[in-house]
C-alpha cells in the first residue's frame, strides 16, 4: 500500500530533520508503553495502599520538621518522607503508584484517539469526497451540515452527547493478563465508547472540510477527465484517482488531529466525564487540591500529555514534509 | 428580454445555414461525427437572491449554434482566439459535457445519451489528447500504470497481455520500456505528451480529439509530437479533430480547417482554401496576425483588440465590433465613402459602450491644447479621436452626425446614440449572417460573401 516512492521520502526526512526524529521516537515510546503497559508498569495501577500515600518521587522530599500532637503533648519531630524508587514517580492520595496510572493513562489516551480517529477519517474522508467530488446540491446539504457542527465548541458538543447517550463503556480483556503472563495488573482495558464517539462526531467534519477542498482541486485535473473518457465509473474515480492524490493533507491533518484529540479526552476526564479512572485527565483532576503540597500528583501526567501532543506534532510535521513535496518538486 | 432576443437570432439563424440537413437515416458511411446546431451555455450557479427574485442566471454561451461534419479519416482542425469555444466543443463531442441545444452524432448515434447508458462503450470509439501534459497524468501512477489504466478498465484480456499491450503503444509513440516504472513527474513535456497520446491509443479508437496537444511544447518538441500524430493517423485509420490557436500547426495537419469565433463558425473550408482564399474577414485577419505576413488587410488593422465577452456577445454578426470592413447602411438615406463609414462605426461603437462618457470628453479636450471645453471643441474633438472628416460627403449623413455630435457635446450620450441608431446601422448589426456555399466545401458566414 505504501509505494517505495513515499517509503524513501519519509526516511529521507527522518534522515536529514532532527526534529522530526525526536517526534517518531516519542511517538514510538507513547505507542509501546501503551502496547506493554501491563509489563512495564511497576504496580498495579489501582492498587490502594494507606501507609504510603502522597509520596514523592525517587531522590525528591527528605526529612521534614513538623509539629503535631504526639501523646498528648505537641511535639517538634523530624519525618522522613523521602522518595524512594520503589514508587519512582511517587504516589497520590491513595497510596496509588503514579507512575503506573500514567503508564496506564496513556493505554486509555491512545485507545480513545487511534479509535476515534479512524472513525473520523473514514467517515470525513468518505463525506467530504462525496462532497467535493460530486458539488451542487450534494455539496451544499452536506457541508452546511458539516458548518454547523463547526459552529459549536468541540467540548460543548461532545459534553452534550454524553449527556444524551450515557456513559458506556467496553471491557476489553487484557491479552497480557488473560494468557497468564503478568498477575496482579487490572485484568481488563476500559474502552470509554461514548467518549471515543463524542470525540469522533466533532472531528470528523475538519477531515471533511479538508477532504472536499482536495477533491475539489483533483477533480479538476485533467486526469481525471481522461480517466472519465474512458469509461471510469465516478466511483471509479474517486477510488483511483481522487482520493490517493488527495490523502497526504489529509492524513497530516489526521496525524496532527490525534493530539487535539488527546487533549479533549483528557478536558472530559478532568471534568469527570471520564468513563474510566485510568486517564490522565482524571488523575490531574484528583491532583488539583494538592499541586501546594504533591505537585508531583498533576505534573506527572501532565508531562505524558505534553510529551504526546509534542510527538504527534511533530510527527504530523514529519509527514507533509515527506509526502508533499516529493511529488510537487518532482523528486525521486 | 436582451437574453431572449438573443437565443432566437442564435436558433433561427443556425436553421437557415445551407449545410444540408440530413436526417438520421441519410447518413452516409463516410461521416464519422456529425455535429448539428450544437449550443453549449454555461450557467452561473444562482445565487440565494437570483433565486429569491427567481432571476435567471447570467449564461455564457461558449458554443453557440455550431454544424459540421468529420469524414472518416480526415483531420479537421478548428482555429480561433482563446475563448471561442474550441475546448467546450471538444468536451461536448466527447459527451463530457451535456449540450444545451443540438446533437452530436457519432456513427449516426446520439453522443448524449449513449454517453448516458454506455459511456465505456462510447470510450472505445474516441478519445481525447489534452492540452497540459502536467496535468493529464496522474502523478501517483507509474507510466506503466497510466497507459494501462484504459485496458484495465475495459478489461482486456489478461494482465501478460495487457502488459505486451503497453510496451508495444510505448515503443510505437517513440519511448523506450525502461522507462515504465517511472512516474510523470521525471518525464519532459514532450515524453508526457507522447504518454497522453499512447493512453488514447490504447482503446484503439476511430477519433482522436486533439485540445491543443502542442501548445505547451517547445517548437521542435512541437515538430516531433506532430510528426508522430500524422504517422499513427495512417497507421490506426483514424480522424482527428484537431484544435489549435496555431495556424501554422493547423496548416501542417489539417485537411480542412473551421474558424471559430464567439462560439460560431464564421468560416470552413479545405486547408489549402482557407490559407490561400479565405473568405471572411475575421479569417483574413488571424492569417495576417502570422508574423510572416502584414498585419492588415487592405490597409485597414482590426479596430478594436478586445474580444467581447461570450455573456453578452453582440448583436448580428459578433465580428462587427471588430471588423475592418464592416458593411455600410443599406438604407437609401445616407450614403458613404468606405473610409468615412468605418470612422463613423468607430463612432457608435464607442458611444454605445461608454468609452466617450463626459469624464472621457473632458480628458480628450485637455489633451488637446484648447482649454476651453466648449460644444464645437467636443465636437472636433470627437471627430478627430475617431477619424471622421470635418464634413462627411453626404449631407444628410452630416446632418444626422451633426446632431448627434451637439446632443453628445451636451453630455446627453442616450441622445447622441439614438441619433444615428437608424440611419447608420449596419446590416452586420441587424441581421445574423447565414453560412454561405462559396466553393466545394467553402462555407463562410459573412454579409459581404452574400453581398458579392
Request: with cysteine; glycine share 6%; charged share 25%.
Amino acid at each position: 500500500m505504501i509505494s517505495k516512492r513515499t517509503r524513501t521520502a519519509v526516511l529521507k526526512e527522518l534522515h536529514s530533520n532532527k526534529l522530526a526524529t525526536v517526534g517518531t521516537a516519542l511517538i514510538l515510546c507513547m505507542l509501546f508503553v501503551g502496547m506493554f503497559a501491563p509489563v512495564l508498569a511497576p504496580h498495579d495501577p489501582t492498587q490502594q495502599d494507606n501507609s504510603q500515600t502522597h509520596q514523592p518521587p525517587a531522590f525528591m522530599g527528605g526529612e521534614t520538621e513538623t509539629t503535631r500532637l504526639v501523646d498528648g503533648e505537641m511535639q517538634t519531630v523530624t519525618e522522613d518522607n523521602s522518595g524512594s524508587l520503589t514508587h519512582p514517580l511517587g504516589t497520590d492520595t491513595n497510596g496509588r503508584d503514579v507512575l503506573s496510572r500514567a503508564i496506564y493513562g496513556a493505554r486509555t489516551s491512545l485507545l480513545v484517539a487511534l479509535t476515534a480517529m479512524m472513525a473520523s477519517l473514514i467517515l470525513g474522508t468518505s463525506v467530504g469526497m462525496t462532497a467535493g467530488y460530486f458539488g451542487g446540491k450534494t455539496d451544499t446539504i452536506l457541508m452546511r451540515f458539516v458548518d454547523v457542527v463547526l459552529a459549536f465548541p468541540a467540548l460543548l458538543i461532545t459534553l452534550a452527547m454524553i449527556g444524551v447517550i450515557g456513559p458506556l463503556t467496553f471491557f476489553i480483556p487484557d491479552p497480557f493478563v488473560t494468557s497468564g503472563l503478568i498477575t496482579d495488573r487490572p485484568t481488563h482495558m476500559v474502552f470509554p465508547v461514548t467518549i471515543t464517539a463524542a470525540i469522533a462526531a466533532v472531528i470528523w467534519v475538519w477531515i471533511a472540510r479538508v477532504a472536499r477542498s482536495e477533491a475539489i482541486r483533483v477533480k479538476n485535473e485533467e486526469y481525471v477527465t481522461a480517466a472519465r473518457t474512458m469509461g471510469r465509473s465516478n466511483f471509479g474515480i474517486i477510488r483511483k484517482h481522487v482520493l490517493p492524490n488527495s490523502i497526504t493533507p489529509i492524513l497530516v491533518l489526521a496525524t496532527i488531529q490525534v493530539a487535539s484529540i488527546i487533549i479533549i479526552e483528557s478536558s472530559l476526564s478532568f471534568l469527570g466525564f471520564a468513563g474510566t479512572n485510568l486517564s490522565w485527565g482524571y488523575d490531574i483532576a484528583q491532583g488539583r487540591d494538592y499541586l501546594g503540597t504533591s505537585w508531583w500528583l498533576s505534573t506527572i501526567p501532565g508531562l505524558f500529555i505534553v510529551i504526546a501532543v509534542v510527538g504527534i506534532n511533530l510527527f504530523g510535521d514529519l509527514l507533509r514534509d515527506a509526502l508533499d513535496p516529493g511529488i510537487d518538486r518532482g523528486e525521486v | 428580454m436582451e437574453v431572449q432576443v438573443l437565443m432566437s437570432e442564435s436558433t433561427n439563424s443556425s436553421r437557415s445555414t445551407d449545410i444540408p440537413s440530413t436526417t438520421i437515416e441519410e447518413i452516409d458511411l463516410d461521416t464519422l461525427v456529425r455535429v448539428d446546431n450544437l449550443c453549449k451555455y454555461y450557467e452561473d450557479d444562482r445565487g440565494l437572491i437570483d433565486w429569491a427574485l427567481s432571476r435567471d442566471p447570467e449564461k455564457v454561451r461558449a458554443v453557440d449554434g455550431v454544424s459540421f461534419e468529420i469524414k472518416r479519416g480526415e483531420t479537421l482542425g478548428v482555429v480561433g482566439e482563446s475563448g471561442c469555444g474550441k475546448s467546450t466543443l471538444a468536451r461536448t463531442i466527447m459527451g463530457l459535457h451535456q449540450p444545451t441545444e443540438g446533437t452530436v452524432l457519432f456513427a449516426g448515434k446520439n453522443v448524449a445519451e449513449q454517453v448516458k447508458s454506455d459511456r465505456k462503450r462510447f470510450a472505445r470509439r474516441a478519445q481525447i489528447v489534452f492540452q497540459d501534459p502536467s496535468s493529464c497524468l496522474d502523478p501517483r501512477l507509474t507510466l506503466r500504470e497510466i497507459v494501462r489504466e484504459p485496458l484495465d478498465i475495459h478489461k482486456v484480456g489478461p494482465k501478460p497481455h495487457r502488459n505486451e499491450r503497453v510496451e508495444e503503444l510505448i515503443e510505437r509513440v517513440g519511448l523506450a520500456t525502461d522507462q515504465l516504472d517511472r512516474y510523470p513527474s521525471e518525464l519532459s513535456g514532450g515524453q508526457r505528451q507522447r504518454i497522453g497520446i499512447a493512453r488514447a491509443l490504447a482503446l484503439d479508437p476511430e477519433l482522436l480529439l486533439l485540445d491543443e496537444p502542442t501548445s505547451a511544447l517547445d517548437v521542435s518538441v512541437q515538430a516531433q509530437i506532430l510528426n508522430l500524430l500524422q504517422e499513427i493517423q495512417e497507421e490506426y485509420n483514424l480522424s482527428y479533430l484537431f484544435i489549435s490557436h496555431d495556424l501554422s500547426v493547423i496548416r501542417y495537419l489539417s485537411d480542412r480547417v473551421m474558424v471559430m469565433y464567439l462560439g460560431k463558425i464564421v468560416e470552413i473550408a479545405p486547408s489549402e482554401v482557407i490559407f490561400e482564399e479565405p473568405a471572411h474577414p475575421y479569417t483574413e485577419i488571424l492569417l495576417s496576425s502570422t508574423p510572416s505576413k502584414k498585419a492588415n488587410i487592405d490597409g485597414k488593422q482590426v479596430r478594436n483588440a478586445d474580444i467581447p465577452s461570450p455573456r453578452n456577445p453582440p448583436r448580428g454578426c459578433r465580428f462587427h465590433t471588430r471588423c475592418p470592413v464592416v458593411v455600410p447602411p443599406d438604407n437609401h438615406n445616407v450614403e458613404f465613402e468606405q473610409d468615412e463609414w468605418l470612422a463613423v462605426f468607430d463612432y457608435k461603437l464607442r458611444l454605445r459602450s461608454g468609452r466617450l462618457d463626459t469624464n472621457k470628453l473632458t480628458e480628450l479636450v485637455e489633451l488637446q491644447d484648447n482649454k476651453t471645453e466648449n460644444q464645437t471643441n467636443i465636437k472636433e474633438v470627437v471627430r478627430e479621436t475617431c477619424g471622421i472628416p470635418q464634413t462627411l460627403s453626404d449631407s444628410t449623413a452630416e446632418e444626422v452626425l451633426d446632431d448627434s455630435l451637439s446632443a453628445l457635446a451636451d453630455g446627453d450620450t442616450e441622445t447622441a446614440l439614438e441619433c444615428i441608431a437608424v440611419d447608420f446601422e449596419s446590416p452586420c448589426e441587424k441581421q445574423n449572417p447565414p453560412v454561405m456555399h462559396i466553393s466545394e466545401g467553402h462555407h463562410s458566414a459573412c454579409l459581404r460573401t452574400e453581398n458579392e
